[in-house]
């Protein structure tokens, strides 16, 4: 089983809709988690952090469960600008050194 | 902000050359990593420095190896470049502490070796 899983997508979507991604990783131990998106031919970039509490920032709201060890992130009212990879990235100790990603989910968002 | 330089974003080497690629960061992170991305394999780390000095090993260290001589740099050396070593590679950085310190990184660079 990979550490990390993620929904395999490809999602298309028109825009304005809601899309939801969903994640789980392996290991209970697991400290942190993050989403990431990742652009055509670009780096990761870094989208959000994940609280237990669960997050909003704008559009994209992230919620984590740990006791089913599962991670979501949902954007409503997608755009254009939406179109991209996220990744689900869980870190794995205290000192921001054991990060494991997650394959990634592509996201296209249709006129 | 935080910035993660990578030195090349494109770069063609031949099979049997010394590659170097160089990070540097101006943030002050404890911690840099190297990775590589490949289609379908998704990121693979090849080692990870957390001091000066300091390198541990990742998923995929054969054929490569680091230097960190200063806090702000990490170099990723190819010994003796060969064609499965075409990729796009990323530094990335973070904070050693408190818990839950994200990754940072550089823009990438295309290597290809032919």
């Known amino acids: 089983r990979k550490e990390v899983e993620q929904d395999p997508g490809p999602f298309n979507v028109p825009e304005g809709a809601t899309v939801a991604f969903n994640c789980t990783y392996s290991?209970?131990?697991?400290?942190?988690f993050f989403w990431y998106r990742q652009d055509c031919r670009k780096e990761p970039k870094l989208l959000m952090s994940v609280y237990s509490s669960g997050n909003e920032d704008g559009r994209f709201t992230a919620q984590l469960n740990r006791a089913s060890q599962y991670i979501s992130l949902l954007i409503r009212d997608s755009k254009l600008s939406d179109s991209a990879t996220y990744l689900c990235?869980?870190?794995?100790?205290?000192?921001?050194?054991?990060?494991?990603f997650g394959p990634g989910t592509r996201l296209s968002v249709l006129p | 902000d935080v910035k993660v330089t990578q030195s090349s974003r494109y770069l063609v080497k031949r099979t049997g050359e010394k590659v170097f690629l160089e990070c540097v960061q101006d943030m002050d992170h404890e911690n840099m990593f190297w990775y590589r991305q490949d289609p379908g394999l998704g990121l693979r780390l090849i080692y990870f420095s957390y001091d000066v000095k300091m390198k541990e090993k990742g998923d995929i260290p054969e054929g490569y190896s680091v230097s960190r001589e200063k806090k702000e740099r990490f170099s990723l050396i190819l010994e003796s470049a060969s064609t499965n070593q075409t990729s796009m590679y990323l530094c990335?950085?973070?904070?050693?502490?408190?818990?839950?310190?994200?990754?940072?990184f550089g823009d990438g660079t295309r290597l290809s070796i032919l």
């Open positions: 290991n209970s131990a697991s400290q942190s």
């Open positions: 990335a950085s973070s904070f050693k502490g408190p818990a839950g310190q994200p990754q940072h």
């Open positions: 990235v869980v870190n794995l100790n205290n000192y921001g050194q054991n990060f494991v």
